[in-house]
C-alpha cells in the first residue's frame, strides 16, 4: 500500500488541469509517518507529502540530470497524460512509484503504478505534511 496526502493529491491534478493540453511531469518526496500528525502507520512508513516544482521551459537538466531535484530524495513522480491513457508509458520520468492522471483530472483519474507499469493500491489521507523551511544561503541550520 502506498500513502499520499489529499494536499499533495489535489495540488498535482491542479497543476495538470492547468497544463493541459500540454503533460507534466513532478518529482515527489515523501516524509516518515512518524513526522506527521495522529496516524496510525508505522513510524517509517513513507507518506508522499511533497513535490518539486516543474521548470518547465528552462534549462534544469544535463545530460539526463535533473539539476533541480536532490538526487535519491525523490522516490516517486507524477506524470499527466491528457491525451487519456491511465497507464505508464514508455515516454514517462520513471521512478520507483509513479502518479499518473488524465482528464477530469479528479480522483476517479488518478492511479499509481510501479516502474514496471503495474497498478498499485494507495490511499489518500486527510493530514497536513509538516511545515518546512527554505534554507538561505546554504545555511540549514534550524
Do not use: C
Not at 535533473?66 to 514517462?92: E, N
Amino acid at each position: 500500500m502506498i500513502y499520499l496526502t489529499d494536499g499533495l493529491v489535489q495540488t498535482l491534478l491542479r497543476f495538470a488541469s492547468e497544463r493541459d493540453p500540454d503533460s507534466t511531469t513532478i518529482p515527489l518526496a515523501v516524509t516518515d509517518a512518524a513526522d506527521l500528525p495522529d496516524l496510525d502507520l508505522d513510524d517509517e512508513t513513507p507518506v508522499f507529502t511533497h513535490f518539486y516544482m516543474p521548470n518547465e521551459g528552462s534549462i534544469n537538466a544535463v545530460f539526463g540530470v535533473d539539476l533541480g531535484t536532490p538526487a535519491g530524495q525523490t522516490p516517486g513522480v507524477f506524470v499527466s497524460h491528457p491525451r487519456g491513457d491511465l497507464r505508464v508509458s514508455k515516454r514517462d520520468d520513471l521512478r520507483e512509484i509513479v502518479f499518473v492522471a488524465v482528464p477530469p483530472w479528479d480522483v476517479d483519474s488518478f492511479r499509481a503504478f510501479d516502474r514496471k507499469g503495474n497498478r498499485i493500491e494507495y490511499e489518500i489521507l486527510d493530514v497536513e505534511p509538516p511545515e518546512e523551511t527554505a534554507a538561505m544561503n546554504g545555511d540549514h541550520s534550524r
